[in-house]
């Protein structure tokens, strides 16, 4: 009888100590999706100054191109970086009493990626010592097609308008270190940007 006690006592002992070992283990939780870490270059900058209507100083890990789409007007360019997949598309046009329609045709653009975006956050840029006025669209959303996009003019001669694409199916979750590194060198850009030929 006594042995029966003892083992009834010991099996007991065992469930429970059994049942609150497989009661207190840990649920898995999923981990978040993960991307690869992107080596970033050292910042150095070089001097676009040529016969081109305008300058400014550009990341040395990215390369100037001529626009060769079909419809391409002169002083049209490319800032190509080859590292990571992306182009800055700049293009010029010299006003002729049409600088709102520039103006209004920059902000359309900008709203064809509203259905996309989270957020469209903008600044005004001003440096009347060179006559470099503008405003940026910094444009946030996993699917945007271009993230950053800019326009520059003097208001009376010079208008260059310019936009940021990846040629990557949109997702600026695993690219937003890409984008927030560009985005420097673009500020850059329009800080040192100047015109030329100014009336």
């Known amino acids: 009888m006594n042995n029966y006690i003892h083992l009834f006592k ?3 002992v065992v469930f429970i100590i059994s ?15 993960g ?13 676009f100054d040529t016969i081109f209507p305008y300058s400014f100083e550009y990341p040395v890990y990215s390369k100037i191109s001529i626009n060769n789409n079909p419809n391409s007007e002169l002083y049209w360019i490319n800032l190509d970086f080859p590292r990571f ?4 598309q700049i293009t010029y046009k010299n006003l002729n009493h049409n600088l709102n329609k520039y103006i209004e045709d920059s902000h359309e653009y900008v709203n064809k990626h509203i259905p996309k975006a989270t957020s469209i956050d903008t600044k005004v840029w001003s440096n009347g010592a060179y006559k470099v006025y503008g405003l940026t669209f910094d444009i946030e959303g996993i ?57």
């Open 85 to 88: 997949n992306g182009s800055l």
């Open 143 to 199: 699917g945007v097609a271009s993230p950053y996009q800019f326009y520059l003019t003097d208001s009376t001669t010079h208008f260059l308008r310019a936009a940021l694409y990846f040629n990557t199916i949109p997702n600026n979750d695993s690219l937003a270190p890409v984008i927030q590194f560009i985005k420097k060198d673009l500020n850059h850009l329009i800080e040192t940007f100047k015109w030329k030929f100014l009336k």
């Open 19 to 33: 049942f609150f070992a497989l009661s207190c283990k840990e649920t898995p939780i999923p981990k978040p999706k």
């Open 10 to 12: 010991t099996g007991a």
């Open 35 to 47: 991307y690869f870490r992107i080596a970033l270059p050292e910042k150095k900058y070089v001097l």
